[in-house]
């Protein structure tokens, strides 16, 4: 008996390091290796692997989102985050939900979990694993005494201090005149709609993601009609927002700024100036919590990037960074139909060749970094 369990343990160590897409296909070999691929504990293990590689910049997958120029439709592809500019990089497509009856689709990500929101409308929500082929149906947002909402955003995030993921709404009310913005919460365990009391005032514009923290805390970058910028937080527990202040400042003078986090810290990319001299400055700062009301920020990352002439115009709308390199360099989507590597050494941009994509005239218009997990959106 003692030797099964040896055998067993070693199994698991074993499988646990392997990628999704070997994992399904192992489940195939033999009951045993069935049994310990579907078991929610293994399940659980190969998510914090794979947690850890996000964090290393190991493992990591890009989902392109293509608009067919051509054809109006829209394509999801995945390939791997190109180390260097001498690795292939091949796309493959993902086979989308079942569910997918519509040519326009917003796409959000969990980048830990490997699961994606698909919004086709403000009340017509899918969430999926494209590594497994699994989709799950969300019911229908709560509707604000009938009127529509014409602007809709979610992020999508795990809170451990409930053991749920859950996803945010945030919608803008408007009929017949602006009403302000609501925010909805949806609970993967209930399986229903929240509705926070609070409302967004409707000069609040959302800039970038949302995103939503493990510990419990969603985060927004709030656009007032004055031009200022800041932080807004969102505690699920008490339902409270608050202000956070990115270097003592509340007017955050920056373009395209965007919220990600690391572990279990909030981080902030931005280009903090317009294209000056021939020349954009690009940022990522980390935010540390030091008690309830006191934040503190570090710079992780900056790079003066220099703009080639014929993207100076418009670079400060058409440049998106996508993910880090393990080389230290930066993975940046460019225009409509380009992704390129940015190298500090040579402090130049290099297109990344992509090749599989079965799209013509394609329009990359999102690029989201995540890793591949085997949570069953249907298992939550």
Known sequence: MPNNYIIHDNIIDILIKLPVKSLIRFKLVC?????????????NLHHD???????????????????????????????????????????????????VQCARVNVYVDSCSGLFVLSFSAYNVVLWNPAIRESRTIP?????????????????GYDNSSDDYIIVRVGLIYHPDPDGHNVQIFSTKSDSWKLINEKLPVTYEIQGNIVVADHGIVYMIIKESSDNKFILALCLKNEKFEEILFQGRRDLIMEQPNLFTVGECLC??????????????????????????????????????????????MTKYHVRPVS?????????????DELVVYDSKTQK??????????????????????????ISPNAL
């Open 140 to 156: 229908s947002p709560i509707s604000i005494h009938g009127k529509d909402q014409i602007w809709v955003r979610y992020g999508l």
């Open 31 to 43: 009951k045993l290796w069935r049994s310990v691929i579907e078991d929610g504990q293994f399940i």
């Open 349 to 374: 941009f290099e297109q990344v060749k992509i090749a599989g994509l079965e799209v013509a005239s394609p329009f990359l218009y999102r690029g989201l970094t995540y890793v591949e997990t085997l």
């Open 268 to 313: 902030l990319a931005k280009f903090c100036s317009p294209i000056i001299n021939e020349l954009a400055n690009f940022e990522v700062w980390r935010m540390t919590k030091n008690g309830t009301l006191s934040y503190s920020w570090s710079k992780l990352f900056a790079i003066t990037v220099p703009v080639p002439d014929d993207e100076r115009v």
């Open 49 to 99: 692997q794979c947690k850890s590689d996000y964090k290393n910049c190991q493992n990591q997958k890009i989902c392109l989102a293509c608009y067919g120029m051509e054809t109006k439709q829209i394509c999801h592809y995945s390939m791997d985050v190109p180390y260097s500019l001498q690795c292939d990089s091949v796309v493959s497509l993902l086979e989308p939900p079942t569910t």
């Open 324 to 336: 880090f390199m393990k080389d230290g360099g930066m993975l940046f989507r460019r225009s409509r």
